[in-house]
Protein backbone atom coordinates (compact mmCIF):
# COMPACT_ATOMS: atom_id res chain seq x y z
CA UNK A 1 0.00 0.00 0.00
CA UNK A 2 2.71 2.81 0.63
CA UNK A 3 5.08 4.29 -1.59
CA UNK A 4 8.71 4.09 -0.52
CA UNK A 5 9.71 7.77 0.47
CA UNK A 6 13.19 9.04 -0.14
CA UNK A 7 13.71 9.93 3.46
CA UNK A 8 16.96 12.08 2.70
CA UNK A 9 17.59 15.64 2.44
CA UNK A 10 16.03 17.47 -0.58
CA UNK A 11 19.10 19.83 -1.16
CA UNK A 12 22.22 17.70 0.09
CA UNK A 13 20.83 14.17 0.07
CA UNK A 14 21.86 13.33 4.01
CA UNK A 15 19.45 11.47 6.20
CA UNK A 16 16.97 14.01 7.26
CA UNK A 17 13.78 13.89 9.93
CA UNK A 18 12.31 17.69 9.00
CA UNK A 19 9.73 17.45 6.14
CA UNK A 20 7.55 19.78 4.58
CA UNK A 21 4.67 20.33 7.31
CA UNK A 22 2.32 20.85 4.28
CA UNK A 23 2.72 17.73 1.97
CA UNK A 24 4.89 15.56 4.41
CA UNK A 25 6.70 14.01 1.53
CA UNK A 26 9.95 15.92 1.30
CA UNK A 27 12.66 15.68 3.93
CA UNK A 28 15.39 18.89 5.07
CA UNK A 29 18.31 18.36 7.58
CA UNK A 30 17.85 21.61 8.53
CA UNK A 31 15.85 25.15 8.23
CA UNK A 32 18.10 26.55 6.17
CA UNK A 33 17.90 23.75 3.46
CA UNK A 34 13.99 23.92 3.39
CA UNK A 35 13.82 27.60 3.35
CA UNK A 36 16.57 27.26 0.12
CA UNK A 37 14.43 24.35 -1.39
CA UNK A 38 11.07 26.12 -1.34
CA UNK A 39 10.94 28.15 -4.54
CA UNK A 40 11.41 25.02 -6.33
CA UNK A 41 9.33 22.43 -4.36
CA UNK A 42 6.27 24.76 -3.82
CA UNK A 43 5.38 24.22 -7.36
CA UNK A 44 5.21 20.83 -6.60
CA UNK A 45 3.71 21.04 -2.85
CA UNK A 46 0.39 19.36 -1.95
CA UNK A 47 -1.52 22.79 -2.57
CA UNK A 48 -3.65 22.62 0.70
CA UNK A 49 -3.70 22.17 4.47
CA UNK A 50 -6.54 20.53 6.26
CA UNK A 51 -8.84 22.53 8.44
CA UNK A 52 -12.20 22.08 10.88
CA UNK A 53 -15.07 22.99 11.46
CA UNK A 54 -18.87 22.02 12.99
CA UNK A 55 -20.85 22.87 9.57
CA UNK A 56 -18.72 20.15 7.27
CA UNK A 57 -16.13 18.72 9.59
CA UNK A 58 -12.54 18.42 8.10
CA UNK A 59 -11.89 19.77 4.81
CA UNK A 60 -8.86 21.36 2.80
CA UNK A 61 -8.19 24.88 2.03
CA UNK A 62 -6.07 26.16 -0.24
CA UNK A 63 -2.49 27.56 0.82
CA UNK A 64 -1.36 29.04 -2.24
CA UNK A 65 -2.58 29.98 -6.02
CA UNK A 66 -3.83 26.99 -8.03
CA UNK A 67 -3.64 27.57 -11.69
CA UNK A 68 -6.77 25.37 -13.84
CA UNK A 69 -5.39 21.58 -14.66
CA UNK A 70 -2.75 21.40 -11.61
CA UNK A 71 -3.23 18.67 -9.78
CA UNK A 72 -4.34 18.89 -6.21
CA UNK A 73 -3.81 15.26 -4.83
CA UNK A 74 -3.58 12.13 -6.38
CA UNK A 75 -3.92 8.67 -5.04
CA UNK A 76 -2.66 5.34 -6.94
CA UNK A 77 -4.40 3.00 -4.42
CA UNK A 78 -8.25 3.14 -2.67
CA UNK A 79 -8.23 1.99 1.16
CA UNK A 80 -10.94 0.05 -0.09
CA UNK A 81 -12.63 -0.99 -2.93
CA UNK A 82 -16.04 -3.37 -3.50
CA UNK A 83 -19.03 -3.83 -5.74
CA UNK A 84 -21.96 -1.01 -5.53
CA UNK A 85 -24.53 -1.30 -3.19
CA UNK A 86 -27.81 -2.59 -4.63
CA UNK A 87 -26.66 -4.39 -8.30
CA UNK A 88 -26.38 -7.61 -8.89
CA UNK A 89 -23.68 -9.90 -8.43
CA UNK A 90 -20.98 -9.89 -10.76
CA UNK A 91 -17.61 -10.84 -10.51
CA UNK A 92 -15.21 -10.00 -7.52
CA UNK A 93 -11.76 -9.85 -9.15
CA UNK A 94 -12.47 -7.66 -12.61
CA UNK A 95 -15.85 -6.53 -11.59
CA UNK A 96 -17.65 -7.82 -15.26
CA UNK A 97 -21.28 -8.64 -14.65
CA UNK A 98 -21.78 -12.48 -14.49
CA UNK A 99 -24.96 -14.83 -14.68
CA UNK A 100 -25.55 -18.29 -14.16
CA UNK A 101 -23.51 -19.52 -16.77
CA UNK A 102 -20.51 -17.69 -17.20
CA UNK A 103 -20.12 -17.38 -12.82
CA UNK A 104 -17.19 -19.57 -11.64
CA UNK A 105 -17.51 -20.03 -8.06
CA UNK A 106 -13.41 -19.57 -6.62
CA UNK A 107 -12.94 -22.90 -5.86
CA UNK A 108 -11.59 -21.59 -2.07
CA UNK A 109 -14.71 -19.85 -0.71
CA UNK A 110 -17.34 -20.13 -3.46
CA UNK A 111 -17.32 -16.54 -4.41
CA UNK A 112 -18.60 -16.00 -7.96
CA UNK A 113 -16.01 -15.13 -10.52
CA UNK A 114 -15.06 -14.73 -14.21
CA UNK A 115 -13.22 -17.34 -16.16
CA UNK A 116 -10.37 -15.04 -16.58
CA UNK A 117 -10.11 -14.00 -12.71
CA UNK A 118 -8.09 -16.83 -10.66
CA UNK A 119 -7.83 -14.25 -7.73
CA UNK A 120 -9.68 -12.07 -6.07
CA UNK A 121 -10.16 -9.66 -3.78
CA UNK A 122 -9.62 -10.37 0.99
CA UNK A 123 -12.89 -11.81 1.15
CA UNK A 124 -11.34 -15.35 0.13
CA UNK A 125 -9.20 -15.48 2.52
CA UNK A 126 -11.83 -13.72 5.59
CA UNK A 127 -14.43 -16.50 4.32
CA UNK A 128 -12.33 -19.34 4.36
CA UNK A 129 -10.37 -17.96 7.76
CA UNK A 130 -13.96 -17.36 9.84
CA UNK A 131 -16.92 -18.64 7.68
CA UNK A 132 -14.92 -21.91 7.23
CA UNK A 133 -17.76 -22.90 4.31
CA UNK A 134 -17.98 -21.80 0.83
CA UNK A 135 -20.18 -19.14 -0.04
CA UNK A 136 -23.31 -19.99 -2.72
CA UNK A 137 -24.54 -17.86 -4.74
CA UNK A 138 -26.66 -18.55 -7.25
CA UNK A 139 -29.58 -16.26 -8.16
CA UNK A 140 -27.67 -13.24 -10.70
CA UNK A 141 -30.61 -11.80 -11.86
CA UNK A 142 -31.46 -9.21 -8.60
CA UNK A 143 -29.05 -7.93 -6.01
CA UNK A 144 -28.08 -10.49 -3.44
CA UNK A 145 -27.71 -9.24 0.20
CA UNK A 146 -24.14 -10.94 0.86
CA UNK A 147 -22.51 -8.89 -1.54
CA UNK A 148 -23.33 -5.87 1.07
CA UNK A 149 -20.59 -7.38 3.12
CA UNK A 150 -17.83 -7.54 1.08
CA UNK A 151 -16.58 -4.19 0.71
CA UNK A 152 -17.09 -4.77 4.87
CA UNK A 153 -15.16 -7.74 4.92
CA UNK A 154 -11.77 -6.04 2.39
CA UNK A 155 -11.62 -3.56 5.35
CA UNK A 156 -11.85 -6.20 8.55
CA UNK A 157 -8.97 -7.59 6.44
CA UNK A 158 -7.10 -5.00 5.97
CA UNK A 159 -7.66 -4.40 10.41
CA UNK A 160 -5.36 -8.07 10.64
CA UNK A 161 -3.09 -7.49 7.73
CA UNK A 162 -2.14 -3.74 7.17
CA UNK A 163 -2.74 -1.80 10.40
CA UNK A 164 -1.76 1.64 8.68
CA UNK A 165 -4.06 1.60 6.25
CA UNK A 166 -7.12 0.44 8.59
CA UNK A 167 -5.86 3.45 11.02
CA UNK A 168 -6.18 5.72 8.08
CA UNK A 169 -9.96 4.07 7.02
CA UNK A 170 -11.58 3.63 10.03
CA UNK A 171 -11.02 7.92 11.58
CA UNK A 172 -13.23 8.85 8.40
CA UNK A 173 -16.39 9.76 9.08
CA UNK A 174 -19.04 7.72 9.15
CA UNK A 175 -22.82 8.03 9.42
CA UNK A 176 -23.02 8.42 13.12
CA UNK A 177 -21.63 11.97 12.78
CA UNK A 178 -25.33 12.97 11.23
CA UNK A 179 -27.17 12.35 14.49
CA UNK A 180 -29.13 14.78 15.09
CA UNK A 181 -28.76 16.01 11.96
CA UNK A 182 -30.74 13.86 9.52
CA UNK A 183 -33.52 11.67 10.56
CA UNK A 184 -31.16 8.26 9.49
CA UNK A 185 -32.42 4.65 9.49
CA UNK A 186 -29.49 3.08 10.47
CA UNK A 187 -28.71 0.37 7.78
CA UNK A 188 -25.17 0.24 8.27
CA UNK A 189 -26.02 -1.42 11.76
CA UNK A 190 -28.67 -3.77 10.40
CA UNK A 191 -25.93 -4.73 7.50
CA UNK A 192 -23.16 -5.24 10.40
CA UNK A 193 -25.24 -7.63 12.64
CA UNK A 194 -25.86 -9.45 9.19
CA UNK A 195 -21.83 -9.81 8.70
CA UNK A 196 -21.25 -10.93 12.17
CA UNK A 197 -23.63 -13.66 11.72
CA UNK A 198 -22.92 -14.59 8.49
CA UNK A 199 -19.07 -14.71 8.85
CA UNK A 200 -19.27 -15.96 12.37
CA UNK A 201 -17.59 -13.20 13.71
CA UNK A 202 -17.14 -12.61 17.28
CA UNK A 203 -13.53 -10.99 17.65
CA UNK A 204 -14.57 -6.97 16.04
CA UNK A 205 -17.92 -5.66 17.91
CA UNK A 206 -20.46 -4.74 16.05
CA UNK A 207 -20.19 -0.98 16.78
CA UNK A 208 -17.11 -1.28 15.13
CA UNK A 209 -18.19 -3.14 11.79
CA UNK A 210 -21.38 -0.93 12.29
CA UNK A 211 -18.69 2.23 11.90
CA UNK A 212 -16.92 0.20 8.78
CA UNK A 213 -20.43 0.11 7.07
CA UNK A 214 -20.97 3.89 7.92
CA UNK A 215 -17.73 5.08 6.21
CA UNK A 216 -18.01 3.00 3.46
CA UNK A 217 -21.32 5.19 2.92
CA UNK A 218 -20.16 8.42 3.61
CA UNK A 219 -16.86 8.51 1.77
CA UNK A 220 -17.20 6.27 -1.25
CA UNK A 221 -16.94 6.86 -4.53
CA UNK A 222 -18.30 5.28 -7.63
CA UNK A 223 -15.25 4.00 -10.33
CA UNK A 224 -16.52 3.74 -13.29
CA UNK A 225 -13.19 2.14 -14.49
CA UNK A 226 -14.49 -1.40 -14.87
CA UNK A 227 -17.20 -2.98 -17.28
CA UNK A 228 -19.99 -2.87 -14.03
CA UNK A 229 -18.73 0.84 -11.73
CA UNK A 230 -17.38 0.31 -8.41
CA UNK A 231 -16.99 1.56 -5.41
CA UNK A 232 -13.84 3.05 -3.51
CA UNK A 233 -13.17 4.56 -0.50
CA UNK A 234 -9.35 7.07 -0.71
CA UNK A 235 -7.38 8.20 1.81
CA UNK A 236 -6.52 11.75 0.77
CA UNK A 237 -9.85 12.25 -1.16
CA UNK A 238 -12.15 11.32 1.73
CA UNK A 239 -11.20 14.73 3.18
CA UNK A 240 -12.99 16.74 0.10
CA UNK A 241 -15.66 18.73 0.64
CA UNK A 242 -18.73 19.24 -1.67
CA UNK A 243 -20.03 22.14 -3.42
CA UNK A 244 -22.50 21.99 -6.06
CA UNK A 245 -20.28 24.81 -8.17
CA UNK A 246 -16.91 22.86 -7.17
CA UNK A 247 -13.89 23.93 -7.90
CA UNK A 248 -12.27 20.58 -8.72
CA UNK A 249 -12.72 17.72 -11.02
CA UNK A 250 -12.11 14.03 -10.03
CA UNK A 251 -11.21 11.53 -12.51
CA UNK A 252 -9.70 8.08 -11.94
CA UNK A 253 -6.86 6.28 -13.63
CA UNK A 254 -7.08 3.12 -15.35
CA UNK A 255 -5.81 0.79 -12.49
CA UNK A 256 -8.51 2.59 -10.01
CA UNK A 257 -6.21 5.30 -9.09
CA UNK A 258 -7.95 8.97 -7.85
CA UNK A 259 -6.73 12.33 -9.39
CA UNK A 260 -8.00 15.48 -8.10
CA UNK A 261 -7.41 18.60 -10.69
CA UNK A 262 -8.36 22.17 -10.70
CA UNK A 263 -11.10 22.87 -12.73
CA UNK A 264 -10.95 26.71 -12.13
CA UNK A 265 -8.44 28.79 -10.79
CA UNK A 266 -8.33 28.26 -6.98
CA UNK A 267 -7.26 31.28 -4.80
CA UNK A 268 -5.11 31.03 -1.47
CA UNK A 269 -7.47 30.39 1.43
CA UNK A 270 -10.33 29.04 -0.66
CA UNK A 271 -11.75 25.96 0.29
CA UNK A 272 -11.16 23.36 -2.51
CA UNK A 273 -14.14 20.94 -3.15
CA UNK A 274 -15.93 18.46 -5.57
CA UNK A 275 -19.52 17.70 -6.04
CA UNK A 276 -20.71 14.78 -4.54
CA UNK A 277 -24.33 14.66 -6.67
CA UNK A 278 -25.07 15.24 -9.75
CA UNK A 279 -24.69 18.85 -10.56
CA UNK A 280 -26.96 19.05 -13.57
CA UNK A 281 -30.44 18.05 -11.34
CA UNK A 282 -32.52 21.05 -9.67
CA UNK A 283 -31.50 22.65 -6.40
CA UNK A 284 -34.25 20.41 -4.70
CA UNK A 285 -33.62 17.06 -5.97
CA UNK A 286 -29.11 17.69 -5.41
CA UNK A 287 -30.43 18.85 -1.57
CA UNK A 288 -32.54 15.55 -1.25
CA UNK A 289 -30.41 12.87 -3.07
CA UNK A 290 -26.71 14.48 -0.34
CA UNK A 291 -29.54 14.83 2.74
CA UNK A 292 -30.31 11.12 1.75
CA UNK A 293 -27.06 10.00 1.07
CA UNK A 294 -24.29 11.75 2.88
CA UNK A 295 -26.53 13.60 5.81
CA UNK A 296 -26.40 17.46 5.11
CA UNK A 297 -27.97 20.09 4.16
CA UNK A 298 -26.32 21.56 1.30
CA UNK A 299 -25.63 25.91 1.78
CA UNK A 300 -22.92 25.72 -1.08
CA UNK A 301 -23.09 29.45 -2.98
CA UNK A 302 -24.91 27.90 -5.96
CA UNK A 303 -28.07 26.33 -3.16
CA UNK A 304 -27.66 29.67 -1.79
CA UNK A 305 -28.64 31.75 -5.00
CA UNK A 306 -31.66 30.76 -6.56
CA UNK A 307 -30.88 32.37 -9.50
CA UNK A 308 -27.89 29.34 -9.34
CA UNK A 309 -25.55 32.16 -11.07
CA UNK A 310 -28.09 33.98 -12.58
CA UNK A 311 -28.68 30.71 -14.95
CA UNK A 312 -32.19 30.31 -14.35
CA UNK A 313 -31.44 26.94 -13.86
CA UNK A 314 -35.02 26.25 -11.72
CA UNK A 315 -36.67 28.89 -12.82
CA UNK A 316 -40.67 28.80 -14.31
CA UNK A 317 -42.31 31.13 -16.70
CA UNK A 318 -45.24 33.62 -14.82
CA UNK A 319 -48.20 31.58 -14.78
CA UNK A 320 -49.97 34.92 -14.83
CA UNK A 321 -51.34 35.55 -18.72
CA UNK A 322 -49.25 37.63 -20.96
CA UNK A 323 -46.39 38.45 -18.23
CA UNK A 324 -42.54 37.88 -19.53
CA UNK A 325 -41.18 37.19 -16.23
CA UNK A 326 -39.96 34.10 -14.19
CA UNK A 327 -40.70 33.15 -10.91
CA UNK A 328 -38.61 31.25 -8.51
CA UNK A 329 -38.57 31.26 -4.54
CA UNK A 330 -36.50 33.75 -2.45
CA UNK A 331 -34.69 30.67 -1.23
CA UNK A 332 -34.32 27.22 -1.90
CA UNK A 333 -32.39 26.32 1.72
CA UNK A 334 -35.11 25.01 3.82
CA UNK A 335 -34.50 22.69 6.83
CA UNK A 336 -38.06 21.12 6.94
CA UNK A 337 -39.87 20.17 3.35
CA UNK A 338 -41.30 23.27 2.29
CA UNK A 339 -40.46 26.22 0.70
CA UNK A 340 -41.61 30.12 0.18
CA UNK A 341 -44.13 31.07 -2.47
CA UNK A 342 -42.33 31.02 -5.86
CA UNK A 343 -42.45 34.55 -6.96
CA UNK A 344 -42.51 36.68 -10.22
CA UNK A 345 -39.63 38.87 -11.04
CA UNK A 346 -41.48 41.59 -13.14
CA UNK A 347 -45.04 41.66 -11.73
CA UNK A 348 -46.48 40.50 -8.38
CA UNK A 349 -47.84 36.95 -9.08
CA UNK A 350 -47.16 34.43 -6.58
CA UNK A 351 -47.82 30.78 -6.29
CA UNK A 352 -46.94 28.19 -3.13
CA UNK A 353 -44.52 25.86 -3.90
CA UNK A 354 -46.77 23.12 -3.41
CA UNK A 355 -48.83 23.79 -7.08
CA UNK A 356 -44.81 24.27 -8.61
CA UNK A 357 -44.15 21.39 -7.30
CA UNK A 358 -46.72 19.42 -8.58
CA UNK A 359 -46.00 21.02 -11.96
CA UNK A 360 -42.21 19.54 -11.70
CA UNK A 361 -43.43 16.13 -10.67
CA UNK A 362 -45.60 16.06 -13.76
CA UNK A 363 -42.68 17.53 -16.17
CA UNK A 364 -40.52 14.86 -14.03
CA UNK A 365 -42.69 11.78 -14.74
CA UNK A 366 -42.92 12.98 -18.97
CA UNK A 367 -39.45 13.04 -18.97
CA UNK A 368 -38.55 9.34 -17.76
CA UNK A 369 -41.40 8.25 -19.98
CA UNK A 370 -40.11 10.01 -23.46
CA UNK A 371 -36.91 8.44 -25.17
CA UNK A 372 -34.22 10.54 -25.67
CA UNK A 373 -32.56 8.59 -28.39
CA UNK A 374 -35.41 9.81 -30.91
CA UNK A 375 -35.00 13.63 -32.17
CA UNK A 376 -38.57 14.73 -32.83
CA UNK A 377 -39.54 13.27 -28.78
CA UNK A 378 -36.69 15.66 -27.48
CA UNK A 379 -37.86 18.31 -29.79
CA UNK A 380 -42.03 17.71 -28.98
CA UNK A 381 -40.86 17.97 -25.37
CA UNK A 382 -38.79 21.10 -25.64
CA UNK A 383 -41.28 22.84 -27.38
CA UNK A 384 -44.06 21.90 -24.99
CA UNK A 385 -42.14 22.94 -22.53
CA UNK A 386 -40.86 25.91 -23.35
CA UNK A 387 -43.83 27.09 -22.65
CA UNK A 388 -43.97 26.87 -19.09
CA UNK A 389 -40.10 26.92 -17.95
CA UNK A 390 -36.89 29.05 -18.35
CA UNK A 391 -35.24 28.15 -21.41
CA UNK A 392 -31.86 26.83 -18.98
CA UNK A 393 -34.25 24.92 -16.69
CA UNK A 394 -32.87 21.71 -15.61
CA UNK A 395 -35.54 19.77 -17.39
CA UNK A 396 -35.40 21.35 -20.39
CA UNK A 397 -31.09 21.47 -20.07
CA UNK A 398 -31.25 17.94 -19.64
CA UNK A 399 -32.92 17.12 -22.89
CA UNK A 400 -31.10 19.30 -24.87
CA UNK A 401 -28.09 17.85 -23.92
CA UNK A 402 -29.54 14.89 -25.66
CA UNK A 403 -30.76 16.44 -28.49
CA UNK A 404 -27.34 17.98 -29.06
CA UNK A 405 -26.00 14.77 -29.23
CA UNK A 406 -28.36 13.05 -31.14
CA UNK A 407 -28.83 15.40 -33.98
CA UNK A 408 -26.78 13.48 -36.78
CA UNK A 409 -26.48 10.15 -35.43
CA UNK A 410 -29.01 8.97 -38.02
CA UNK A 411 -27.75 6.76 -40.93
CA UNK A 412 -25.27 8.58 -43.24
CA UNK A 413 -24.10 11.27 -40.16
CA UNK A 414 -23.95 15.06 -40.58
CA UNK A 415 -23.44 15.55 -44.09
CA UNK A 416 -27.37 14.03 -43.90
CA UNK A 417 -29.17 16.87 -42.16
CA UNK A 418 -30.23 19.65 -43.61
CA UNK A 419 -28.99 23.05 -43.31
CA UNK A 420 -31.27 24.04 -40.60
CA UNK A 421 -30.91 21.07 -38.74
CA UNK A 422 -27.41 21.66 -38.45
CA UNK A 423 -28.08 25.10 -37.39
CA UNK A 424 -29.98 23.94 -34.63
CA UNK A 425 -27.38 21.78 -33.34
CA UNK A 426 -24.78 24.79 -33.40
CA UNK A 427 -26.63 26.81 -31.61
CA UNK A 428 -28.05 23.98 -28.87
CA UNK A 429 -24.12 23.58 -28.59
CA UNK A 430 -23.28 27.41 -28.41
CA UNK A 431 -25.87 27.47 -25.15
CA UNK A 432 -25.47 24.44 -23.23
CA UNK A 433 -21.19 25.14 -23.35
CA UNK A 434 -22.08 28.67 -22.08
CA UNK A 435 -24.51 27.61 -19.57
CA UNK A 436 -22.34 24.64 -18.19
CA UNK A 437 -19.09 27.13 -18.07
CA UNK A 438 -21.09 29.26 -15.66
CA UNK A 439 -23.12 26.91 -13.96
CA UNK A 440 -20.94 23.41 -13.53
CA UNK A 441 -17.06 24.89 -14.17
CA UNK A 442 -16.00 21.42 -13.23
CA UNK A 443 -18.27 18.89 -15.18
CA UNK A 444 -15.06 18.38 -17.90
CA UNK A 445 -16.73 15.40 -19.16
CA UNK A 446 -20.57 16.83 -20.27
CA UNK A 447 -19.02 19.82 -21.46
CA UNK A 448 -15.93 17.98 -23.72
CA UNK A 449 -18.75 16.04 -25.12
CA UNK A 450 -20.67 18.95 -25.95
CA UNK A 451 -17.66 21.07 -27.45
CA UNK A 452 -16.68 18.05 -29.31
CA UNK A 453 -20.18 17.47 -30.89
CA UNK A 454 -19.95 21.17 -31.88
CA UNK A 455 -16.73 21.18 -33.41
CA UNK A 456 -18.45 18.58 -35.83
CA UNK A 457 -21.42 20.78 -36.52
CA UNK A 458 -18.96 23.45 -37.54
CA UNK A 459 -17.04 21.74 -39.44
CA UNK A 460 -20.00 20.32 -41.54
CA UNK A 461 -21.03 23.59 -41.71
CA UNK A 462 -17.99 24.79 -42.94
CA UNK A 463 -17.87 22.33 -45.31
CA UNK A 464 -21.65 23.91 -47.22
CA UNK A 465 -20.52 27.10 -46.98
CA UNK A 466 -17.78 28.41 -49.79
CA UNK A 467 -14.49 28.24 -49.89
CA UNK A 468 -13.45 31.75 -48.75
CA UNK A 469 -15.67 31.35 -45.68
CA UNK A 470 -14.10 27.71 -45.01
CA UNK A 471 -10.76 28.69 -43.55
CA UNK A 472 -12.42 30.94 -40.81
CA UNK A 473 -15.01 28.38 -39.85
CA UNK A 474 -12.83 25.40 -40.22
CA UNK A 475 -10.37 27.90 -37.22
CA UNK A 476 -13.68 27.80 -35.07
CA UNK A 477 -14.59 24.51 -35.62
CA UNK A 478 -10.74 23.69 -34.20
CA UNK A 479 -10.87 26.17 -31.24
CA UNK A 480 -13.51 24.17 -30.25
CA UNK A 481 -12.11 20.85 -30.65
CA UNK A 482 -9.38 21.97 -28.78
CA UNK A 483 -11.53 23.09 -25.52
CA UNK A 484 -12.91 19.52 -26.02
CA UNK A 485 -9.56 18.03 -25.99
CA UNK A 486 -8.29 20.11 -23.12
CA UNK A 487 -11.75 18.94 -20.76
CA UNK A 488 -11.07 15.32 -21.77
CA UNK A 489 -7.80 14.38 -22.03
CA UNK A 490 -7.33 13.23 -18.63
CA UNK A 491 -10.21 10.63 -18.70
CA UNK A 492 -8.75 6.99 -19.47
CA UNK A 493 -9.12 5.54 -22.69
CA UNK A 494 -11.57 2.60 -21.28
CA UNK A 495 -14.06 5.34 -20.78
CA UNK A 496 -16.24 6.71 -23.98
CA UNK A 497 -14.84 9.87 -22.50
CA UNK A 498 -11.11 9.10 -23.13
CA UNK A 499 -12.49 7.51 -26.21
CA UNK A 500 -13.60 10.65 -27.52
CA UNK A 501 -10.36 12.32 -26.46
CA UNK A 502 -8.17 9.84 -28.39
CA UNK A 503 -10.38 10.88 -31.59
CA UNK A 504 -10.16 14.91 -30.64
CA UNK A 505 -6.21 14.52 -30.04
CA UNK A 506 -6.20 12.34 -33.88
CA UNK A 507 -8.65 15.35 -35.42
CA UNK A 508 -6.55 18.17 -34.42
CA UNK A 509 -3.50 17.07 -36.21
CA UNK A 510 -5.78 16.47 -39.76
CA UNK A 511 -7.30 19.81 -38.95
CA UNK A 512 -4.44 21.66 -38.94
CA UNK A 513 -3.17 19.89 -41.95
CA UNK A 514 -6.87 20.64 -43.61
CA UNK A 515 -6.73 24.20 -42.67
CA UNK A 516 -2.85 24.79 -43.80
CA UNK A 517 -4.08 23.60 -47.28
CA UNK A 518 -7.31 25.59 -47.26
CA UNK A 519 -5.79 28.77 -46.66
CA UNK A 520 -2.85 28.01 -49.06
CA UNK A 521 -5.53 27.21 -51.47
CA UNK A 522 -7.22 30.65 -51.08
CA UNK A 523 -4.82 32.85 -50.13
CA UNK A 524 -6.53 33.09 -46.82
CA UNK A 525 -4.38 34.21 -43.69
CA UNK A 526 -4.25 31.87 -40.77
C1 LIG B 1 -16.41 12.44 2.48
S1 LIG B 1 -16.77 13.17 4.01
C2 LIG B 1 -15.79 14.63 3.97
C3 LIG B 1 -14.86 14.72 5.16
C4 LIG B 1 -15.56 14.97 6.47
N1 LIG B 1 -15.95 16.35 6.56
C5 LIG B 1 -14.66 14.59 7.66
O1 LIG B 1 -14.56 15.36 8.60
O2 LIG B 1 -14.09 13.51 7.61
C6 LIG B 1 -18.40 13.69 3.72
C7 LIG B 1 -19.07 14.31 4.91
O3 LIG B 1 -18.52 15.60 5.18
C8 LIG B 1 -19.54 16.54 5.49
N2 LIG B 1 -19.60 17.54 4.40
C9 LIG B 1 -18.92 17.52 3.23
N3 LIG B 1 -19.22 18.62 2.50
C10 LIG B 1 -20.11 19.33 3.21
C11 LIG B 1 -20.80 20.56 2.97
N4 LIG B 1 -20.63 21.26 1.85
N5 LIG B 1 -21.65 21.00 3.93
C12 LIG B 1 -21.85 20.29 5.08
N6 LIG B 1 -21.23 19.11 5.36
C13 LIG B 1 -20.37 18.64 4.43
C14 LIG B 1 -20.84 15.76 5.57
O4 LIG B 1 -21.05 15.36 6.89
C15 LIG B 1 -20.54 14.56 4.68
O5 LIG B 1 -21.32 13.44 5.02
Known sequence: MNGTMNENCAVCNVPAVQK?????????????????????????CRPFKIAENPEIGRHYISLRKVEVDEVILREDQPLVTGPLHGITPGCLGCYCPLNAETAVPCTKCGWPLCKDCKNHGAECEFTCKYKKEKVLITDFDYPHPTYRCVPIIRALWLRENDPESYMKFI???DHSMAKGKANIFDEPRDTAQFVRRFFKIDHVTEDEVTRIGGILQINGHEVPTTEVPHMAVYDLASMLEHNCRANCRKSFTNKGGIVIRAAIPIAKGDHITICYTDPLWGVTNR?????????????CER??????????FNAVKCTKGDCKGYMLPPTFISNDNSLPNYLCNKCTNSVTWESIDGMMERIGIDLSEMKKDDV???????????????????????????????????DGGLPMVSDEILNEKIILCKKLNDLLKTLVPAENRVRGFVLFEMHAAIAEFGRRQGRNELAGILIESKKALSEAYELLKHEPEILPEGKIAAHARKNLHNMDIIIETVCRNTANPM
Open 20 to 44: CSACKSVFYCNREHQKQHWKSHSKT
Open 171 to 173: NLE
Open 287 to 299: RHHLMQTKYFNCA
Open 303 to 312: CKDPTEMGTM
Open 376 to 410: EACRTFIQHYSNVLHENHFYLTDVKLALAQIIGQE
